[in-house]
């Protein structure tokens, strides 16, 4: 099946174009807008004229039409370029906020944090949204979705990674239309009573009221927690041991309300409404009432943007079930993405759950007919066992280049956890809705939640079973952006290539091969040539890298807690050994002296290229100054910050350069 022959694919692969290009350039939006019309109008005048929407004319009318329409659909979204955002207006400083909760974040062990919307400023109306932080206090409560707090804090800069191939919390907030920060004690803003509800605000009363009613029940904490997060969207509850058995057994996606358990409520509300099928008019009932569960569902679920997300895409998904054309469900899943690209959020393009949902669908829509014909077993249930881990390894070869990518990982075992999470997932999604609504009715009977606890602690121990056979957890696998372009072009040539022999097809697919071990074998080969030397940030710790090629040594003063700042820069940078040792006094490297004066405050007074500070030595840096006449100053984690205000003053006045990374960053020397 050649998918490209579709017209809405080939619409929405333009618009996605569009998107890219508007991400990775800047234009001036009343040009864009007038450039978009003209397109459009020259796209329509062309299908009026020529009648043929096969001919070269109409195909580059149609192509800069659609990528215009992207560039403009993800420029226009941009919440910085609406000139009613905050961040157009001056003199912020002192200013008062009015803002109102649009979503609540998990907490860590010492603060609450949310997003919110910016109401007004000093009473003027504004847009935008921003990053809430309250530190956690005797006094502090967990504010609610819907309230409106006013506040008199300063917004702050959200700061980028300080270390080499950390996650970039600050570009991930800004796919959001997220800009900046507040860091608000629960002394400094008060919540107002005018408050205008929201349906989120309402679906949010509505999920906290059934999880409060759960909790009265005997459910284990374990096993509510992930009840929570099953049916309703609720994962702050889940123990990190739990958590982690989910990701290593390739089974983490059922812990978040998705894709996945969308679908399967739509295949359990179908099968429950067959009967209707008799009836006349009756698979327009039958597609009524899926949409209308699936959006009452989604309402309890928190109505979530992942939620919201799944439950549209799958809306498209019924429709297409409805016309019973298999042709159709690749249109009409391309119109969904168009639709909520276009008219909802472009930047969802860029958010991992949305490119892994869309993939797996799309994988399975597209592989599973290919390996389901490879074998028809005649025994129902080894069938059914056979369709179920077809469609498992359908979506996992969907999603495994993305997963390589973000993650680095992949469970060996997923087949195992999707033979026997996805079969009782059915059961458990059905069962949980029946428990939520006797719940809601305070009805729910003992029975039913021993039943139910059982079931949920069964899937928990073999989840966990799966997790403890750590030979098969594959981690730490370098995949670059490159690769992850070029995986996909060697899947979509493999899949055409089962559909169709040809000599060219096989050409096709072997060249894309050689492409990709190819660039993995140059990123090897030039892994090897790399050498380097990087002062990392760690509070109060001090750590150097040593590279030579794939070789790694780590010079720290502590070891403890810093195998997250090392396992990213080992994955992306393809090491291979690592060695730690102590830091030493001085090092020399290429004619680059480097003197390190720690909290004992003794160096040489010899000169020195560079000088590291480290746990806040107590010293005259100016007398040091004067006697060594080093370059360059660097300041680590581990120095008191009024420390390092003092240094940089002094640095300013001699005309030093000073780098402290807990502000630039690591440092890297030349």
């Not at 904490?221 to 982690?244: C, F, H, K, N």
């Amino acid at each position: 099946m050649k998918l490209l022959a579709f017209i809405p694919i080939r619409l929405t692969l333009l618009l996605i174009a569009g998107i890219l290009i508007g991400r990775f350039f800047s234009f001036h939006l009343t040009y864009l807008l007038y450039a978009t019309i003209s397109l459009f109008v020259l796209f329509a005048t062309v299908f009026v004229f020529e009648k043929n929407t096969k001919t070269l004319l109409f195909g580059i009318s149609a192509a800069l039409a659609f990528i215009t329409l992207g560039i403009f659909c993800y420029t226009v979204s941009q919440p910085i370029n609406n000139t009613n955002h905050y961040s157009k207006l001056h003199n912020l400083e002192s200013a008062e906020w009015t803002l109102k909760i649009n979503e609540i974040l998990k907490q860590n062990n010492f603060a609450n944090r949310y997003y919110a919307t910016v109401k007004s400023c000093d009473g003027k109306k504004i847009s935008g949204s921003i990053l809430i932080t309250i530190p956690k206090d005797s006094i502090s409560r967990l504010l609610q979705i819907d309230d409106e707090i006013v506040t008199f804090s300063k917004i702050e800069n959200i700061d980028p990674p300080l270390n080499p191939h950390q996650f970039n919390y600050k570009k991930y907030l800004q796919d959001l239309g997220i800009y900046h920060q507040m860091q608000i004690s629960s002394k400094e803003f008060i919540i107002t009573q005018n408050q205008n509800t929201t349906l989120i605000g309402i679906a949010a009363k509505a999920r906290n009221y059934i999880i409060n009613n759960l909790k009265k029940e005997n459910f284990g904490p374990e096993e509510l927690s992930v009840v929570q997060a099953l049916l309703l969207g609720q994962r702050s509850d889940i123990s990190e041991e739990t958590y982690s058995n989910y990701q290593k057994a390739g089974a983490v996606h059922i812990l978040a309300v998705s894709g996945l358990h969308i679908g399967i409520l739509l295949i359990l509300i179908q099968f429950l409404l067959s009967p209707f099928k008799n009836i006349p008019n009756g698979n327009t009932i039958i597609l009524i009432l899926s949409v209308f569960f699936l959006w009452v569902f989604a309402f309890i679920a928190g109505l979530s943007a992942s939620i919201i997300r799944a439950t549209t895409m799958f809306t498209f998904v019924a429709y297409a079930l409805y016309l019973n054309r298999p042709s159709n469900t690749f249109n009409i899943l391309a119109l969904s993405m168009l639709f909520i690209l276009l008219f909802i959020n472009p930047n969802l393009l860029f958010q991992v759950g949305f490119q892994m949902s869309y993939a797996a669908v799309f994988a399975i829509l597209w592989i599973f007919p290919i390996l389901r014909d490879l074998w028809f077993p005649k025994n129902k249930v080894v069938r059914y066992f056979w369709q179920l881990l077809c469609v498992s390894i359908a979506a996992q070869l969907g999603v495994l280049p993305i997963s390589l990518f973000y993650f680095h990982q992949f469970p060996g075992l997923f087949f195992i956890s999707n033979l026997i999470v996805v079969p009782a997932l059915g059961v458990i999604l059905g069962i949980g809705i029946f428990v939520i609504f006797l719940s809601v009715f305070n009805l729910l009977p003992v029975q039913l939640v021993w039943l139910y606890n059982k079931i949920i602690g069964v899937m928990n121990s073999l989840i966990a079973w799966v997790a403890e056979q750590e030979h098969f957890i594959f981690s730490s696998i370098s995949f670059d952006f490159s690769q992850l372009i070029l995986s996909f072009l060697v899947l979509f040539l493999g899949i055409n290539l089962f559909y169709k022999f040809s000599s060219k097809r096989i050409a096709l697919f072997l060249i894309s091969i050689i492409c990709f071990q190819g660039w993995a074998i140059y990123q090897e080969y030039n892994a090897n040539k790399i050498t380097e030397t990087i002062v990392l940030h760690q509070s109060r710790n001090s750590i150097l890298l040593n590279r030579y090629g794939k070789n790694l040594s780590i010079l720290n003063s502590q070891t403890k807690n810093i195998d997250y700042l090392i396992n990213d820069y080992k994955t992306a940078e393809r090491i291979h050994s690592v060695l730690f040792d102590s830091l030493k006094n001085s090092y020399t490297k290429e004619k680059m002296s480097l003197l390190i004066i720690d909290s004992t405050g003794i160096y040489p007074k010899e000169k020195t290229d560079k000088i590291l500070l480290t746990h806040s030595p107590k010293i005259n840096l100016e007398r040091i100054i004067d006697s060594i006449h080093p370059k360059e100053i660097i300041a680590d984690g581990s120095n008191y910050k009024s420390y390092i205000d003092r240094w940089k003053t002094t640095c300013l006045k001699n005309k030093i350069p000073f780098h402290y990374t807990g502000e630039k960053g690591a440092y890297y020397f030349e």
